[in-house]
């Protein structure tokens, strides 16, 4: 028997709660892992209110992160005893998660924790971490370099604008960080951001060309934001574009692609292959500063996570919750 956080929708309506679940229970996969830690994500959030069809199959078990040691395994790859970890793959959506003391997975979906980072520290990361050094290594293929000018974060209080301040700073980028929360400035600025900057600032219509000032941008927002800081960028500037927290639509112009050749990059780590999932991870290992983690994220236990959830919506939580689903 294992505790987990059990999703099911019936005609009683849609519900998420603590439960113990038996092993037999778990789907059918290749790898066994005992689950040390997960997450608490903007897309477990939406997942456990039911504020967005994340789930896709019922009941559910959420979780998009998990690290822990691999229990049984038919799996080339691992073997018992290896430390792994997990991001995306729809775990969590069509596949029972992380928020759980055990799960079943492909080995296909797994790498190994870096030597790096302890199970807590891989989770402090996670997904929202492993996506920011995938904007990161997008940047650095389209040619930003540190001495091009400054690199502009949205979102830049929550978890994958936290790990993205942390590591352009330690690179050596000027780095402002867009927030909601201006009382986060010292927060922001201990992690090595330059400048803070009110999302007020971009959060209204604009125009379709405005001063140009950034020369990359990680943006987690979306809508306005987005728009706002497409028509910012330097001449061949680059905005990567990872989030939707301020909504799905683009209200821009094609005017700063056509005019500046900016280049707007998409990234997505829920597919993401896995050779660059393990590029990702190896860079977090030498270019994130580990002691930064602590002021970044917040351990809970797995009866916290539910109650959580809404919080994390309402952008009331700061950096990264790890869940140790142990207690």
Known sequence: MFRAILIDKNEQGYGASLTMLDDTRLPDSDVTVDVAYSTLNYKDGLAITGKAPVVRRFPMVPGIDLAGVVQSSSHPRYKPGDKVLLNGWGVGETHWGGLAQRARLKGDWLIPVPDAFSLKQAMAIGTAGYTAMLCILALERHGVRPDQGEIVVTGASGGVGSVAVAVLSKLGY???????????????????????????????????????????????????????????????GVVTACGLAAGMDLPATVAPFILRNVTLAGIDSVMCPRDDRIQAWARLATDLDVRKLDSICKEVGLADAIDLATQLLEGKIRGRLVVDVNR
Do not use: Q
């Open 174 to 236: 000027e780095v402002v960080a867009v927030t909601g929360r201006t009382e986060e400035e010292p927060y922001l600025k201990g992690l090595g951001a330059s400048h803070v900057l009110s999302r007020e600032d971009f959060s209204s219509p604009g125009k379709p060309l405005g001063k140009e000032r950034w020369a990359g941008a990680i943006d987690t927002v979306g809508s306005h934001t987005l728009a706002n800081i497409c028509a910012t960028m330097r001449y061949r």
